[in-house]
């Protein structure tokens, strides 16, 4: 007895109702192909490392930890438009608004900026949707060897402002190393 089906794809397939002898419906067969599988990864090279001596070299398309970038003066480049949230699949950074006072002019470059900026790394998938949403390049997905850290309490998976913005002295290093070249 066959059934026509039609696929996602628009294609017709034409589906057969065959009826299993003895030996197919013990699925002796089934089983034993199974094992044979396993008994062949057995005998295969492990690919196991010895993390601290070795180390995996990564992908030249990583992405690590993220970081909110300054600018060449020193100030926060994030102007809190929402753009890098509404990108995010995972739903993963909030962010609150603030408007800047005339005394933190030196911090921030806009009117507006990110009083509060967190990413839930353990709802991140570092996709980098939220760093190519970002018409101001305030936030990047390093590609150092900075991994986000293991921990044991949920709490230290979110990481703020703290952990996010560039330090001050790396900021104006990367911009004296801008000019000398």
Same mark, same amino acid.
Request: one cysteine or more; a positive charge; charged letters at 30%.
């Given at each position: ?5 039609? %696929?996602?794809?628009? @294609? #017709?397939?034409? =589906? ?8 197919? %419906? ?9 094992? /044979?599988? &396993?008994? @062949?990864?057995?005998?295969? $090279?492990? =690919?196991?490392? #010895?993390?601290?001596?070795? +180390? $995996? ?6 992405? !690590? ?8 003066? !020193? ?18 950074? +909030? ?16 009117? @507006? ?7 839930? /790394? ?5 996709? !980098? ?7 101001? *390049?305030?936030?990047?997905? &390093?590609?150092?060897? +900075?991994? =986000?850290?293991? *921990? +044991? ?6 990481? !703020? #402002?703290?952990?996010? =913005?560039?330090?001050?002295? /790396?900021?104006?290093?990367? &911009? *004296?190393? *801008?000019?000398?070249?």
């Amino acid at each position: 007895m066959a059934i026509e089906t039609i %696929s996602l794809s628009g @294609k #017709k397939k034409e =589906v057969s109702n065959k009826k299993m002898n003895f030996w197919e %419906s013990l699925y002796l067969i089934a089983i034993f192909k199974g094992l /044979m599988i &396993t008994i @062949k990864h057995l005998f295969k $090279r492990k =690919v196991t490392i #010895k993390y601290p001596e070795q +180390t $995996r070299s990564l992908s030249p398309v990583y992405r !690590g930890q993220h970081t909110l970038m300054r600018d060449d003066e !020193g100030r926060e480049r994030c102007t809190a438009c929402g753009l890098c949230a509404l990108s995010c699949p995972a739903e993963a950074i +909030t962010m609150k608004a603030a408007e800047r006072k005339p005394e933190e002019k030196h911090l921030y470059r806009e009117e @507006k900026y990110a009083e509060i900026y967190e990413i839930n /790394m353990l709802r991140c998938i570092f996709c !980098g949707l939220c760093e190519e949403a970002c018409p101001k *390049q305030a936030i990047y997905l &390093t590609k150092s060897r +900075t991994m =986000v850290k293991a *921990q +044991t309490d949920r709490e230290d998976f979110i990481y !703020g #402002k703290d952990k996010l =913005v560039m330090p001050l002295d /790396m900021a104006i290093k990367n &911009t *004296q190393n *801008q000019a000398a070249n």
